[in-house]
T-cell receptor
Framework: DAKTTQPNSMESNEEEPVHLPCNHS???????IHWYRQLPSQGPEYVIH???SNVNNRMASLAIAEDRKSSTLILHRATLRDAAVYYC??????????????FGKGTKLSVKP | NAGVTQTPKFQVLKTGQSMTLQCAQD?????MYWYRQDPGMGLRLIYY???????DKGEVPNGYNVSRLNKREFSLRLESAAPSQTSVYFC??????????????FGPGTRLTVL
């Protein structure tokens, strides 16, 4: 399974944008890029996903490099509630594993008031 | 909709005891999953069920059994608990169309301690 590399931790100030990077140099053509986050003492929750084009939703934006070997999750205005562990995950929809998610350690985002 | 519910929220077992973790979803999803999360780590897949009547092993299935009782319910059983199974257990589900096709919905977790 393709792997991702993320920084262990990042800090941000409240109401400032946050750019969370993810490297996935071995990505295959059938891998979708998914982002989940896990707030303290909760289960993970879906944030966004994409294949080739940049994506926006109410929570965040996803910028995907042209060669698809890296991506960046963008939180436009961080709030204290955004403090969480963010997971970048490659989901293979072309294989026999039902497109299961494989979680790494993620990036722990701290937001300072 | 309650989403994905898990019982119990907390459990303490002694080594060698058995127990079943319950999971139910009310979103009519086909796929269901069991994960464990050890401190400071990401989630690891134990078992999954792509549809009612089917189950498959994930990354760390040893020491566990599962039952897909019906479309709504997916239980995880520890036959003889060991301290290495101390963890937080999460259940998740995924649908086959629309938003649910690309998103796994997670329950609140069960914190299990094995002494």
């Amino acid at each position: 399974d393709a792997k991702t590399t993320q920084p262990n931790s990042m800090e941000s100030n409240e109401e400032e944008p946050v750019h969370l990077p993810c490297n996935h140099s071995t990505i295959s053509g059938t891998d979708y890029i998914h982002w989940y986050r896990q707030l303290p003492s909760q289960g993970p929750e879906y944030v966004i996903h994409g294949l080739t084009s940049n994506v926006n939703n109410r929570m965040a934006s996803l910028a995907i490099a042209e060669d698809r070997k890296s991506s960046t999750l963008i939180l436009h205005r961080a709030t204290l509630r955004d403090a969480a562990v963010y997971y970048c995950i490659l989901r293979d929809v072309g294989g026999g594993s039902q497109g299961n998610l494989i979680f790494g350690k993620g990036t722990k985002l701290s937001v300072k008031p | 909709n309650a989403g994905v519910t898990q019982t119990p929220k907390f459990q303490v077992l002694k080594t060698g005891q058995s127990m079943t973790l319950q999971c139910a979803q009310d979103m009519n999803h086909n796929s269901m999953y069991w994960y464990r999360q050890d401190p400071g780590m990401g989630l690891r897949l134990i078992y999954y069920s792509a549809s009612e009547g089917t189950t498959d092993k994930g990354e760390v299935p040893n020491g566990y059994n599962v039952s897909r009782l019906n479309k709504r319910e997916f239980s995880l059983r520890l036959e003889s608990a060991a301290p290495s199974q101390t963890s937080v257990y999460f259940c998740a589900s995924r649908g086959m169309s629309g938003r649910a096709l690309n998103e796994q919905f997670f329950g609140p977790g069960t914190r299990l301690t094995v002494l």
